[in-house]
């Protein structure tokens, strides 16, 4: 996580580090000096869980009285919901979509080796292993 501190001879620092260290004084890395940690409200928080009652949200800094409303309001100010899938599922899905892609790729390719041998000027001579028409 990325935490912002303050130095009073340096201003705003943003110093990262694990959240069981949130609690840990920080020195300043100019003069060495223990910076205060700012308090910065949550960021837009997105959850698929149903909203029963009207809740405050502290990221949109608004009362939002259903997720159809946050929703709402997010697109209005232009935010986007960032997915919370594992690096497994996401690699998973481009493995598959690769495969998908190159499996229509390989038929797209036998499709057109198909017409190339169904039209007359593209026949084989299976006799010399040259197609009809070639001068070779």
Known sequence: MTYEYTCD??????????????????????????????????????????????EYNPGLGIVTKSRRHRDEVAKERGLIEIGNESVDKIESNLAKERETRSNEGYTQAFEEIRERIQTPSGVEDLTHGNFEGDTT
């Open 9 to 54: 001879q340096h201003g705003a620092v943003d110093v990262t580090k694990s959240v069981i260290y949130i609690d840990n004084p920080e020195p300043c890395p100019l003069c060495g000096v223990v910076m205060t940690r700012k308090f910065v409200p949550s960021r837009v928080h997105f959850s698929k869980t149903k909203v029963e009652h009207a």
